[in-house]
């Protein structure tokens, strides 16, 4: 199994584009997340999912859409870079929405936005 | 608004030595994680005690949790080079229907040989 995976794992935006980060699982996990990270903030959630069809917003959702098409892929969009989304975007997965699942993590995209 | 807050913020050892990270927390929970991220990677999973618990062992890793004191702490003892990483400390949050995972700041390691 690949597990969770991110691409691209860099990226640099000027502000104002827009772009998609994918992330795929190979895991038949039902939840998966999206955080981003920054310097002394921690992992802070941005979307998640319960499943294909089932997105819901988590701490800091705005300037970011989330699609669940399939149980598979969880894209991330940016609709209108700005600086402040200069961080890098981990995406996550577990076996369901239980709290007393471990979280499968994939290796992160480091974004600049110019 | 973060559930989780590690301490310290960073922590220089050598190795042998044991490592002390503790956490703390706002509001009542059903369990708490703890990951490590090597730099540059994403976190890895090293263990999760439930709030029922207090004392929880794997390898060199001792967790503890204290719930009256909203607080977990994880020892790393005879600690190596390889375990220089940040760690992190992950609480659950129900809102909105579902669980969610809330994760603190960190803990940044470093062990010197």
């Known amino acids: 199994n690949a597990g969770v995976t991110q691409t691209p794992k860099f990226q640099v935006l000027k502000t104002g584009q827009s772009m998609t980060l994918q992330c795929a699982q190979d895991?038949?996990?039902?939840?998966m997340s999206w955080y981003r990270q920054d310097p002394g903030m921690g992992l802070r959630l941005i979307h998640y999912?319960?499943?294909?069809?089932?997105?819901d917003q988590g701490e800091v959702p705005n300037g970011y859409n989330v699609s669940r098409s399939t149980t598979e892929d969880f894209p991330l969009r940016l609709l209108s870079a700005a600086p402040s989304q200069t961080s890098v975007y981990f995406c996550?997965?577990?076996?369901?929405?239980?709290?007393?699942?471990?979280?499968?993590f994939g290796p992160g995209t480091r974004l600049t936005v110019l | 608004s973060q559930q989780g807050e590690e301490d310290p913020q960073a922590l220089s050892i050598q190795e042998g030595e044991n490592a002390t990270m503790n956490c703390s927390y706002k509001?009542?929970?059903?369990?708490l994680q703890w990951y490590r991220q090597n730099s540059g990677r994403g976190l890895v999973h090293l263990i999760l005690?439930?709030?029922?618990?207090r004392e929880k062992h794997s390898g060199r890793l001792r967790v503890t949790l204290d719930t009256s004191k909203k607080s977990s702490s994880l020892l790393i003892t005879a600690s190596r080079a390889a375990d220089t990483a940040s760690y992190f400390c992950?609480?659950?949050?129900?809102?909105?229907?579902?669980?969610?995972?809330?994760f603190g700041a960190g803990t940044r390691l470093a062990v010197h040989p």
């Open positions: 996550a997965s577990s076996t369901d929405s239980s709290s007393y699942n471990e979280q499968f």
């Open positions: 895991m038949n996990h039902e939840y």
């Open positions: 999912s319960v499943g294909a069809g089932i997105t």
């Open positions: 509001t009542s929970i059903n369990n």
């Open positions: 005690i439930r709030s029922n618990e």
């Open positions: 992950a609480t659950d949050a129900f809102s909105g229907g579902y669980n969610k995972l809330i």
